[in-house]
């Protein structure tokens, strides 16, 4: 019989579970793998989590085949020198066992990977994987859900293009997958402006909202409800001067072509501007503000920061409501019944109310408003009871896509920068506190952004001169 080490390693292989389980692992990373390969080479963007099998968890099992291999060879060749081999070098046997393991590994593998692995790579990019699975992004795809964007993956908007963000993207997931195992994730998490893990407008909302395109004047209606008995409904009405590429207006003052802003913040939100950069390459105009508070001074004296689309338009897809305006929306859709005498007055107050958990909320907010039509307004709910019940499910509704006592979000966590009237937004610039040397301030002109033509009217003229108010009040109702 050959001695240990002349026998061929096929044969010693077989010989011991180590290195048939070696073998095994190293077929199933290989195959598995090769499924994989085609998402990951298919271009723009790649969910970070799919990394993580193709890149971590597929090479632990490939290496770890590879150890074990030579262990279970080692293992076999002391078994055999010791005497415990059981007969002969038996080439037929030892053939039958490897053709059997192989066969066997290779053909599930198969049958599993044309039926999983792409099926799983290609889930880990669904909006659903990234908010439902992640409990601490729970927030962020509850708002989700609620934009005008919810139907574009979260890929799209998170990672770049390019080797460059699919290389970062990997990091990002492995650190997600980390701080998900540990339960080590910051509670609220932190905004990709707040990490400075965002990614450059140009290279995602560009591909859709490109610069150039003209947006012109937009009319936009406000509706409001006032905190009284009959919840008095009001109108504002405003022509919006979007502009954009060559035409003035919002855009156009802020990334037309050849202009150039540069701004520095204290805070990591990014909501305390302190210095302000202005640079016009067709008129060869260069400006410098600095905020008037000697405490907001840029410690450095530079601004660094190049503005983009997001520092405006920084919750284009998870947008959080502030209370009132939504219950607002709810009462214009007509999710909440308006004739309810002090719907919007008590469910503002419930929405502010404290709650220790979403499940604490979900059991006092629709009981808490029944309980104030039966006491206050008793015929009010025997005869409508049914509209009560349906008002406090739409205001638990607002609270449980806006607040999330677990995980620290709360009203406001996320300030939206659009506009000026839930967060400073347009004023952290156009405040009036900063100051070139010269003495010229940032302007503060409202008619330079928006032309208002009905300000918290009840019945605005100017919808019944273009002849849209009914249209407006048909379209809320539904």
Known sequence: MPEPNQRPTWFLISQHWLSVTGVVLVITAVLTWIFILPVQLRGHVDNPYAGLVAFVLLPVVFFGGLVLTPIGLFLAKRRIRHGFSSGGFDRKNALRRIAIVVGVTTVLNILIGTQVSYRAVSHMETPQFCGGTCHVMAPEYAAYQNSPHSRVECVGCHVAPGASGWVSSKAAGTRQLVETILKSSPKPIPSAIETNRLVPARETCEHCHWPEKFSGVNLRVLTKYAPDETNTRTQTVLLMMVGGDKYKGIHGAHVGPGIHIRFAASDPKRQTITRVQYENESSGLKEEFVASDSQKAAPDGTATIEMQCVDCHNRPTHTFEMPEPGLD???????????????????????????????????????????????????????????????????????????????????GTYPNNLGHTESPGCFRCHDGSHTSSSGKTIPQDCNSCHEPLAMDEASPEILQKLGIAERISALQRK
Do not use: M
């Not at 109310?353 to 629709?366: D, G, L, M, N, V």
């Not at 008793?378 to 349906?390: F, I, L, T």
């Not at 205001?395 to 806006?402: G, H, K, P, T």
């Open 329 to 411: 929306k709810a009462l214009a859709l007509g999710e909440i019944a308006v004739t309810l005498p002090y719907v919007k007055k008590e469910s503002a107050q419930l929405l502010q109310a404290t709650y220790t958990s979403q499940a604490e909320a979900s059991e006092k907010i629709p009981s808490q408003l029944n309980a104030y039509y039966q006491q206050n307004y008793p015929s009010v709910y025997s005869q409508r009871g049914a509209e009560v019940d349906r008002a406090g499910k739409a205001v638990l509704a607002i609270y449980n896509r806006n607040v999330f006592p677990e995980l620290g979000v709360t009203w």
